[in-house]
């Protein structure tokens, strides 16, 4: 069946540090990919999504790209800030059966 | 406007009791699910219910009842409480139909459920 596989963390940074979470997928056909925030406290919300290869999804300074040849969707962001802490979950859609990743907990010190 | 709700949030009981977790989505969406998150944030998907049907019914205990009274509410009702359902359980929903194709889920807030 359908898996998504995200690097395990937690992940510590500092502030205005470089960010990037690896995703990586195995699926058939063409399953649609997102990534979703879980601040402390709160419920997830979808943070961004890509439909189709090569699309390119991105939200709140988060950039992921959709890329069927290494089935990865990484998420990115160039300048994480404190308010960034959260738990992420990289996610994919396959004829209406969804797939999460385990999650993976970003703390951003000031 | 709150699109996914839940209540309560905090759910604090004891063990043997029985509780209930009510959802209700003002979305439109004709799918609605029960998920679990473990304190290792795993989420694993309990019940999910389309149109008032169920369609995923996972290895849950038959203690956990999820009754779905139209497509815009799907609840949970747990018998008999033990300490292992301690947890956050989330409510979520989707559009399934053909016109929509692999859409996102949308999830409530949460419910922690303590079982002392």
């Known amino acids: 069946g359908d898996s998504v596989t995200q690097m395990e963390g937690p992940v510590t940074l500092s502030e205005e540090a470089f960010l990037t979470i690896n995703c990586t997928y195995t699926?058939?056909?063409?399953?649609?990919l997102f990534w979703y925030v879980q601040y402390p406290g709160e419920g997830l919300q979808l943070l961004l999504k890509?439909?189709?290869?090569?699309d390119k999804g991105s939200n709140k300074g988060f950039e992921a790209t959709y890329r069927k040849e290494t089935t990865s969707f990484h998420l990115e962001k160039g300048s994480v800030q404190v308010s960034d802490s959260a738990v992420y979950f990289c996610?994919?859609?396959?004829?209406?059966?969804?797939?999460f990743g385990a999650g993976t907990t970003v703390t951003v010190r000031a | 406007d709150t699109a996914v709700s839940q209540t309560p949030k905090y759910l604090v009981t004891q063990m043997g009791n029985d509780k209930s977790i009510k959802c209700e989505q003002n979305?439109?969406?004709?799918?609605m699910y029960w998920y679990k998150q473990d304190s290792k944030k795993f989420l694993k998907i309990m019940f999910s219910y389309n149109n008032k049907e169920l369609i995923i019914n996972e290895t849950v205990p038959n203690r956990f009842s999820p009754k779905s009274p139209d497509k815009a509410h799907l609840n949970l009702h747990i018998n008999s409480l033990e300490l292992g359902d301690s947890a956050v359980y989330f409510c979520?929903?989707?559009?399934?139909?053909?016109?929509?194709?692999?859409?996102?889920?949308?999830f409530g807030n949460g419910t922690r459920l303590t079982v002392t």
């Open positions: 890509a439909t189709k290869a090569d």
């Open positions: 996610a994919l859609i396959n004829d209406y059966k969804l797939s």
């Open positions: 979305l439109g969406h004709d799918t």
């Open positions: 699926a058939t056909g063409y399953p649609s």
């Open positions: 979520a929903s989707s559009q399934t139909d053909h016109t929509v194709r692999n859409s996102p889920l949308h």
